[in-house]
């Protein structure tokens, strides 16, 4: 039994070794080729000098032309935010305390986008609201990907604990409605709207179908910064523009997890 045990161990170990190597060494290779003139790397489109072993010029090229692109993506993600707080916390609301015939399936419905794929999205936008394409409609297209799961979010934390009894010992008490919001529902819910907010920067930072097909012109967002250097550019300035966007998205997911756990899960599921 005990070599079974220890042939056991060894395979869990070997699997989790595997998986690590398919995740990190893939970011350790684009990691070092964004600075190293290493051709072990496999790569011969070094953008820095010849005799140069290390160059950080590929992150002063992007900063110096995608910029915009950036700054442009890091907008619409912060909007994405402020706009699902402002609609998704209110219709969860509803939806738990005051739900009517048919507010399940318009639950479910919000859903539907995360199941759909992003060329899909963008043909109906773009058929239904083909006169405002561009920004707005790129921002409309992110809303439509980041609010489902502010909802769910929301939602879920609403119907973990007895929200309506707390508001009725509040109302006993002589609370309106708006004291109510503000004393009772609104601090139960820090939690999951800073959960959902961090859930719609992700997504909103990391979309790139939708934002690729119904802006019109440039700046693009920076997913297409780096559709454009990988698909143009140098391995080195490619791999520098997948940097950067780790440095801006893994402190976000890593937040996600410590404060989301099994409930991001869930909402991914659509559980």
């Not at 290779?29 to 290493?38: D, Y």
């Not at 973990?160 to 002589?174: C, K």
């Not at 934002?211 to 997913?223: E, K, V």
């Amino acid at each position: 039994m005990r070599w079974r045990s220890s042939f056991e161990f060894l395979v869990i170990y070997a699997v989790t070794l595997a998986l690590l190597a398919l995740i990190v060494v893939p970011m350790v290779v684009v990691t070092l080729g964004s600075f190293l003139n290493v051709e072990i790397l496999g790569t011969d489109q070094w953008s820095g000098d010849r005799n140069d072993w290390v160059s950080f010029a590929a992150f002063e090229y992007l900063f110096r032309v995608y910029l915009p692109w950036m700054t442009f993506s890091l907008q619409l993600a912060l909007l994405s935010i402020v706009i699902c707080v402002l609609i998704a916390v209110p219709a969860a609301y509803v939806f738990v305390q005051y739900p009517f015939r048919g507010s399940r399936l318009i639950e479910e419905l919000l859903l539907l986008p995360l199941s759909l794929p992003g060329i899909s999205m963008s043909i109906g936008l773009l058929a239904a609201y083909n006169t405002i394409r561009g920004t707005w409609l790129v921002l409309a297209g992110h809303i439509l990907y980041t609010i489902p799961f502010m909802v769910r979010v929301v939602t879920g934390t609403l119907r973990s604990f007895d929200v309506t009894t707390l508001e009725s010992a509040a109302q006993t008490l002589g609370a309106g409605f708006w004291q109510r919001m503000w004393l009772i529902v609104l601090p139960n819910l820090r939690h999951s709207m800073i959960l959902g907010s961090l859930l719609a920067f992700a997504v909103s930072w990391g979309e790139f179908n939708v934002s690729y097909l119904l802006n019109a012109g440039h700046p693009q967002t920076f997913p297409a910064a780096l559709f454009n250097t990988y698909a143009n550019e140098s391995f080195q300035r490619s791999s520098a523009a997948t940097v950067i966007f780790l440095a801006v998205v893994l402190p976000v997911v890593i937040a996600i997890q410590r404060l989301g756990g099994r409930a991001s899960v869930d909402v991914e599921q659509g559980v």
